[in-house]
């Protein structure tokens, strides 16, 4: 993907499947979703609920609540929800 | 429902510096200490542990400082309670907490509160589009996780941690395309002598200008981001001059292509536990906000309630370190676990040395402070309330429709009623209205705390509730 966030250090962490809007990708496990969905490519996460305007992770420390997403079927922000192997991630929010 | 765990004799909520040396302090000084935190491991923010790299992997002062201290904590008797979510905190002592295991509760006579800042954003058209991002999310992606932004990004804001976060990638080879300041050089140059009582800070202050001069990166000082452009993520920002308030002034303005931007101007303290509970608060503007009232020991107005760190007001690491120590003394003492004499003994050397750092933490502070002339110049259509949607103008419209203080602006307009909590647009909005009323921010107030303190589902909040445990109060007399 063009212009997509890069990992600079090598993790030693394992690498799992999951799987965002039906596209299976891999990921760390144990790292914030948030960070491995940037790391993806998949900047913009779901729309704001009044006016639908883009929107994509702002704080990466559960302040600002601009990750919250489907995970498994239920909201959860993506900064502060750990990757486990198998996540079914949707990205849209509340709407 | 589970009954509260009460074998603590103090909770301390927040594992960044300050909570975590207030937590040994307290606990070397006879005290069974309970220290809750989001993260999975202590640090905060600061110290925040590296995850994508082994811990020896990272070399910056604050990973070997914040390494030090993580493991002063293993070998120290604290119960370490992380991976938890604060989402209530009442009366003498109760904390509510949500963990992978579900709900827990625990109860303690005392507690300390160092829950830390979060961050200023002053808003611009834009600043909503994916890809823009704050200054204190850039550090986390740097330090933590090993993350770069896309090769054109832009770094905009204030203060020390934009020059921290310019050097930490350009040493990683993904320098910023520019980097924006709100300030100018005679602004570094006024707080240089205060760096004189830091020689480490100052090393590692000169390391950074030396890596942000060899990657050749241009800096546009005094200039602020007018407004970012671009449909699903953010493709181009345009930048303009400002003046020394941080005002926005004729002059050219500069368009940049990119397609990531972090931006931050400063920290906030993160009040909201002690106002919760209803201790005294007061505004600081050179302390970056609305703080708890308190003495040199962290006692706020209520009993046994402390606050320290950047949640007391905003005055970096060094100083929630030694805050840290003096509240944890002062549980001790005021548990009757140490006298009087050993009290001041002890605690006098962290005095001490807390009036030798506060010329640098002043002016830190003052370098981040919010400057009201930048929010008068946030254009009419900036999105102020992200969750919400309510820009500038739909705050101005509502405080001429009448609305005085901030929860009347939050009833007129919704500002602030998302799940954030209105910890993002706080500040700003604020500020906007006191500007709008001629009034000053003591006038205009703060937004009333109410649990939960995150959003949580009403399912995992209730737990394995059962109607038998709901208590049925005594009738009032007649
Ligand atoms: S990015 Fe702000 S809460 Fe997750």
């Not at chain 1, 079927?73 to 849209?92: D, K, Y």
């Not at chain 2, 009232?293 to 007391?312: K, N, Q, V, W």
Request: proline share 7%; with cysteine.
């Amino acid at each position: 993907m063009v212009s997509a966030f890069t990992r600079i250090v090598a993790s030693h962490h394992a690498l799992v499947h999951i799987n965002v809007d039906g596209v299976d990708c891999v990921a760390p496990a144990g790292e914030p979703l948030a960070t491995s969905l940037l790391a993806a490519g998949y900047v913009m996460l779901r729309h704001s609920p009044n006016r639908h305007n883009p929107r994509g992770a702002f704080c990466l420390m559960g302040v600002c609540q601009e990750c919250a997403i489907h995970v498994d079927g239920q909201i959860v922000q993506a900064c502060m929800t750990p990757v486990r192997a198998g996540m079914v991630v949707q990205l849209r929010g509340a709407v | 429902m589970v009954s509260p765990h009460c074998h603590f004799d103090v909770l301390v909520l927040g594992g960044g510096p300050a909570g975590m040396v207030s937590a040994i302090t307290a606990s070397q000084n006879g005290l069974r200490v309970g220290l809750i935190d989001e993260q999975s491991e202590a640090g905060g923010q600061i110290w925040r542990a590296p995850w994508a790299s082994s811990p020896q992997g990272y070399e910056s002062p604050e990973a070997r400082d914040g390494n030090k201290m993580r493991d002063r904590l293993a070998l120290s008797s604290v119960t370490c309670l992380f991976g938890r979510r604060i989402w209530s905190v009442t009366d003498r002592y109760r904390v509510d907490l949500l963990g992978a295991d579900g709900v827990e509760t625990f109860q303690a006579p005392h507690l300390i509160v160092a829950l830390g800042a979060h961050e200023r954003v002053i808003p611009f058209p834009g600043w909503t589009l994916p890809g823009v991002m704050g200054l204190a999310a850039a550090t986390i992606m740097l330090k933590a996780h090993g993350l770069a932004p896309p090769k054109d990004w832009v770094l905009a804001g204030v203060g020390p941690l934009l020059a921290a976060v310019a050097a930490g990638y350009a040493r990683k080879g993904h320098p910023p395309k520019a980097i924006i300041d709100l300030s100018g050089p005679s602004d570094w140059f006024a707080a240089l002598p205060s760096l004189a009582s830091r020689p480490g800070l100052f090393k590692q202050g000169v390391g950074w200008v030396l890596s942000i001069v060899s990657s050749r990166i241009p800096i546009y000082f005094r200039h602020a981001i007018r407004r970012a452009e671009g449909q699903d993520r953010i493709s181009a920002c345009l930048i303009g001059p400002v003046d020394a308030d941080g005002k926005s002034i004729d002059g050219p303005e500069v368009g940049i292509a990119c397609d990531a931007m972090m931006v931050g101007n400063g920290l906030v303290p993160g009040g909201e536990v002690p106002r919760l509970l209803g201790a005294d608060q007061v505004y600081r503007h050179e302390l970056g906000g609305w703080i708890p009232e308190c003495d040199p020991f962290g006692r706020t107005s209520l009993e046994h309630l402390y606050a320290i760190g950047d949640g007391a007001g905003i005055r970096g690491g060094a100083v929630a370190c030694i805050a840290g120590k003096l509240a944890g003394l002062a549980a001790a003492h005021d548990a009757g676990r140490i006298d009087a004499g050993a009290f001041a003994h002890q605690s006098a050397q962290a005095l001490a040395e807390h009036r030798k750092l506060s010329a640098f933490s002043d002016a830190m502070a003052h370098m981040i402070r919010l400057r009201p002339a930048q929010v008068a110049s946030i254009e009419a259509d900036a999105v102020i309330c992200r969750c919400e949607d309510v820009t500038r103008q739909d705050l101005v419209a509502a405080a001429r429709a009448g609305a005085r203080d901030v929860n009347q602006l939050k009833h007129f307009t919704r500002c602030g009623m998302g799940p954030c909590q209105g910890r993002m647009c706080g500040d700003v909005a604020a500020e906007i209205l006191a500007q709008e009323h001629r009034l000053d921010r003591q006038a205009v107030g703060y937004w009333t705390a109410r649990p939960p303190l995150r959003p949580i589902s009403l399912q995992s909040m209730l737990g394995r509730v059962d109607y038998a445990d709901i208590p049925i109060p005594k009738p009032a007399p007649l």
